[in-house]
């Protein structure tokens, strides 16, 4: 008996030890959303020179901000404006020696490569007439950032928001630089 | 004449199935003409070096990460953030969860922390902080380092130390493009002793051994115990 009793005694903080281990994947909280913008780092929509909202460069200066490209956001606030098309975009772009990616053909694989690398991208919705931020894409949830209400993101089923997206000429497009950091977990 | 046209709209038929293919690249994305190769560096870690913009200690230590040459290689294998106190993103991502200016923060792809020193506890040497680096990431993946003596090492004196002035701040230089994962970060060489000094100290010690047993016998024949 007392063998038994001194066993049970060896054993007790044996088992112990696996007991309140918490490694793994399960033990992070991830960000939500993915591309979390910070209020401060929002580009609110603006009317250009010619008068036209300028949501294509508003959206791409909130990615520049959240990707440390903080003097490019500025520059770009201050010499582009007003609505945009996909190849005049690109041929900025270019001229400005912007590192980028973009499609025109509703691929979303974009959008999930955008997501999963942690950058984002702008998409256009409203049947191609805007363009906001999608930062965040998952199994079932999308999320937006609205330009003209950059007080909160918005969320939608992925399916909804890919569905706007395509027939919306599902024009998507990002720069390709460092993105922010995640919270320290 | 039948034959030509034949062989023609095979021609045509092949072209016309090889154009797709190209057009759909599995990391791929047609943009225009061009097929951009997107870089699927999702599971890149971070490193954030944080600090005051005016401080010359957070400037060496950036600056660190472009004169030191394994530094600068694991700066193109990360995420590499250099974050001054005076941006908007200092104030929304890093004043609440940084205690100390400079900082100096490694992160797995998911936020873990592997790696945070801050002030003075940051090592004092470009060196220092590789290895310390290095450390971390081995630890976190559960790599074991190869120990410096096995090694093929190369000798090396410290030079003179990088005197990196301050700058404004412009945009920092965009990394190369890959797909890399967590980093592979390898302790600096250390200069330890060579073959012969080995021998050296091994051949003095049995020189030791035997002249304290010769003492030992002298001073018993000389003091010889009293029973």
Redesign the interface.
């Known amino acids: 008996m007392r063998r038994i009793l001194f066993a049970l005694v060896l054993l007790v903080p044996v088992a112990g030890c696996e007991v309140g281990e918490n490694f793994g994947?399960s033990a992070?909280k991830?960000?939500w959303p993915t591309v979390n913008l910070?209020?401060?780092?929002r580009q609110s929509n603006w009317r250009g020179p010619q008068g036209q909202g300028s949501c294509v460069h508003a959206s791409m200066i909130s990615l520049f901000?959240w990707q440390?490209?903080?003097?490019?956001a500025d520059h770009w606030r201050q010499t582009y404006g007003d609505g945009e098309q996909p190849?005049d975009l690109?041929a900025k772009f270019n001229q400005e020696g912007i590192?980028y990616?973009?499609?025109?053909?509703g691929?979303v694989?974009?959008l999930e490569?955008a997501c999963?690398?942690?950058r984002g991208c702008g998409i256009t919705v409203m049947g191609g007439a805007h363009m906001v931020a999608l930062v965040h894409l998952d199994d079932k949830w999308a999320a937006i950032l609205d330009n003209n209400n950059v007080e909160k993101f918005i969320w939608v089923p992925r399916e909804t928001l890919i569905a706007e997206w395509k027939a919306s000429y599902g024009w998507a497009v990002t720069p390709?630089?460092?993105?922010?950091?995640?919270?320290?977990? | 004449m039948n034959k030509l046209l034949l062989s023609v709209l095979c021609l045509l038929a092949v072209f016309a199935a090889a154009v797709p293919c190209f057009a759909d690249t599995v990391n791929g994305v047609l943009a225009e003409e061009r097929i951009v190769n997107l870089p699927q560096d999702q599971g890149k870690w971070y490193v954030s070096v944080v600090g005051n913009a005016t401080d010359s200690r957070y400037n060496e230590i950036v600056g660190w990460f472009d004169t030191n040459a394994s530094l600068k290689k694991l700066k193109n294998q990360v995420h590499f953030c250099p974050v001054t106190s005076d941006t908007a993103i200092y104030q929304a991502r890093y004043a609440s969860n940084v205690k100390v200016l400079p900082t100096v923060r490694m992160q797995k792809a998911d936020g873990t922390v592997v790696y945070e020193a801050a002030g003075k506890n940051i090592p004092m040497t470009a060196a220092g902080l590789n290895g310390a680096l290095a450390g971390a990431a081995n630890t976190a993946q559960g790599i074991r380092p190869v120990l410096p003596w096995r090694k093929d090492m190369e000798r090396r004196c410290p030079g003179p130390c990088p005197n990196p002035q301050p700058q404004p701040q412009p945009d920092p230089a965009p990394q190369p493009i890959d797909d890399n994962g967590p980093p592979n970060v390898e302790p600096e060489p250390q200069t330890d002793l060579p073959p012969w000094g080995v021998a050296v100290i091994c051949l003095a010690g049995v020189l030791i051994g035997i002249a304290s047993g010769y003492g030992r016998q002298l001073y018993g024949k000389l003091h010889p115990t009293v029973k």
């Open positions: 994947p992070v991830k960000e910070p209020a401060v780092l901000r440390y490209r903080l003097r490019t190849e690109a590192r990616a973009y499609v025109t053909n691929d694989r974009f490569w999963r690398t942690r390709i630089y460092t993105p922010a950091a995640p919270l320290p977990q």
